[in-house]
T-cell receptor
Framework: NAGVTQTPKFQVLKTGQSMTLQCAQD?????MSWYRQDPGMGLRLIHY???????DQGEVPNGYNVSRSTTEDFPLRLLSAAPSQTSVYFC???????????FGAGTRLSVL | AQSVTQLGSHVSVSEGALVLLRCNYS??????LFWYVQYPNQGLQLLLK??????LVKGINGFEAEFKKSETSFHLTKPSAHMRDAAEYFC????????????FGTGTKLQVIP
């Protein structure tokens, strides 16, 4: 099984550019989440989804957009990149609320 | 609201010594608790989880954690550290009931000295 696949692994953007971070899982999981990881701050939840067509905001949603048209895919869109969005982004999925989350390998994003 | 506090952003132990990584949580309802490990340049992997079945939880790679409700703690231990244990460890809490957001601690980097 591929598990949770994130693309790209690395990305450099200029301020104001937009882009989409891709996340796909092949485990038929209902729940998917996007986190950002910054030094000394752990992982902070950006957006999450409890199933196709249903999304909600996490603790740091500003500047990001998500959609969930299929069970497998949960892309994260940066609308107008800012240097403050320089971070490592992780996508995760789980079958149910109490189940463990499976994480992708991450996307390292730099915004200049 | 739920929260997690990990005491010590960096912990150093000698190879073969006891590993103790501290985690205290705050939750208004019985929580689910997790420990994840992150090796350099990788995503997080589950070490173990507590879901109220047993207070002492055994995980992978010889790690275990004990849920202590009276102390609101879920400390991670390993009797004998190995070089391969060098990584960053995250404690996480998720409230039971429906889909609840997972809250992660700020992480503890474990250094193992040969």
């Amino acid at each position: 099984n591929a598990g949770v696949t994130q693309t790209p692994k690395f990305q450099v953007l200029k301020t104001g550019q937009s882009m989409t971070l891709q996340c796909a899982q092949d485990m038929n999981h209902e729940y998917m989440s996007w986190y950002r990881q910054d030094p000394g701050m752990g992982l902070r939840l950006i957006h999450y989804s409890v199933g196709a067509g249903i999304t909600d905001q996490g603790e740091v949603p500003n500047g990001y957009n998500v959609s969930r048209s299929t069970t497998e895919d949960f892309p994260l869109r940066l609308l107008s990149a800012a240097p403050s969005q320089t971070s490592v982004y992780f996508c995760a999925s789980s079958y149910r609320a109490k189940n463990i989350q499976y994480f992708g390998a991450g996307t390292r994003l730099s915004v200049l | 609201a739920q929260s997690v506090t990990q005491l010590g952003s960096h912990v150093s132990v000698s190879e073969g010594a006891l590993v103790l990584l501290r985690c205290n949580y705050s939750s208004s309802v019985p929580p689910y608790l997790f420990w994840y490990v992150q090796y350099p340049n990788q995503g997080l992997q589950l070490l173990l989880k507590y879901t109220s079945a047993a207070t002492l939880v055994k995980g992978i790679n010889g790690f275990e954690a004990e849920f202590k409700k009276s102390e609101t703690s879920f400390h991670l231990t390993k009797p004998s550290a190995h070089m391969r244990d060098a990584a960053e460890y995250f404690c996480a809490v998720r409230n039971s009931g429906g889909y609840q957001k997972v809250t992660f601690g700020t992480g503890t980097k474990l250094q193992v000295i040969p």
